[in-house]
């Protein structure tokens, strides 16, 4: 299931706020967790590789519609949600923009702060609108 992809792909960009990378042992630990198919592994690796390809890019979307709030700033749950919604909004052509939206809604709802949602929803919600024109 896709959404225990992202959740595991969610939980592998928040594990690398606080260590530099993580090493394979650890991501597969992280996907038996999830119980992800064969499927999932493989849609979760295509997300995380889209990722760190565009990392930069990424973080300049998120940095240009967090105004008043630089990147380093943000919770790092936050931002990680974030990082994951905007890769598959901006390289995942097949994943309606509202999916991304939602998913990156239910971890922060799962994982971060009762102020977040908001914040969250916002950002994702203006780069949708400027996706869409």
Do not use: H, W
């Amino acid at each position: 299931m896709r959404k225990n992809a992202r959740e595991a792909v969610y939980k592998l960009l928040f594990s690398n706020q606080f260590n530099d990378k993580f090493d394979s042992d650890f991501k597969n630990f992280i996907f038996e967790e999830e119980k992800l198919s064969g499927e999932d592994v493989c849609f979760a690796n295509e997300l995380l590789d889209a990722f760190y390809q565009n990392e930069s890019a990424v973080n300049e979307v998120i940095s240009s519609l967090a105004k008043g709030y630089k990147l380093d700033r943000l919770y790092s749950t936050d931002k990680c949600a974030l990082q994951l919604a905007i890769t598959e909004m901006t390289y995942f052509n097949d994943i309606p923009y509202i999916v991304s939206i939602s998913e990156a809604m239910d971890l922060i709802r799962k994982f971060s702060t009762k102020e977040s949602p908001n914040f969250v929803n916002g950002i994702l919600a203006e780069y949708k609108k400027q996706l869409e024109k």
